[in-house]
């Protein structure tokens, strides 16, 4: 959970600069669904299936996402990558020429 969010939420927030705010909500209010509608779900399939049917379902939805994201997650790391890049060669040459933080 904690490296999906940090790794998602990065190569979001890089590939959207614009609009960081909107990006986030979003996330947010999309992990809010899934925590509110999740049990809901689990317990459906529970009853209707027994045991193993909400383990197989997650299971399921977590392979199919997987390969899916295979497919797409090639060219949005490509596009954050150029982003970061662009951003980091120039935020540093000025934090470089700071004696404190040399020092430090």
Same mark, same amino acid.
């Given at each position: 959970?904690?490296?999906?969010?940090?790794?998602?939420?990065?190569?979001?927030?890089?590939? *959207?600069?614009?609009?960081?705010?909107?990006?986030?909500?979003?996330?947010?209010?999309? *992990?809010?669904?899934?925590?509110?509608?999740?049990?809901?779900?689990?317990?459906?399939?529970?009853?209707?299936?027994? *045991?193993?049917?909400? *383990?197989?379902?997650?299971?399921?939805?977590?392979?199919?996402?997987?390969?899916?994201?295979?497919?797409?997650?090639?060219?949005?790391?490509?596009?954050?990558?150029?982003?970061?890049?662009?951003?980091?060669?120039?935020?540093?040459?000025?934090?470089?020429?700071?004696?404190?933080?040399?020092?430090?």
């Amino acid at each position: 959970g904690a490296a999906l969010w940090t790794s998602m939420l990065a190569l979001l927030l890089a590939s *959207f600069p614009d609009r960081s705010g909107s990006v986030y909500a979003l996330v947010d209010a999309t *992990f809010g669904a899934g925590y509110t509608l999740g049990p809901v779900l689990g317990a459906w399939l529970y009853a209707n299936g027994g *045991f193993l049917l909400p *383990f197989s379902v997650c299971g399921g939805a977590l392979l199919l996402t997987g390969v899916i994201c295979l497919y797409i997650i090639q060219p949005l790391t490509k596009y954050a990558e150029d982003q970061i890049s662009l951003t980091q060669s120039s935020m540093m040459l000025p934090l470089l020429a700071n004696p404190n933080v040399l020092i430090a």
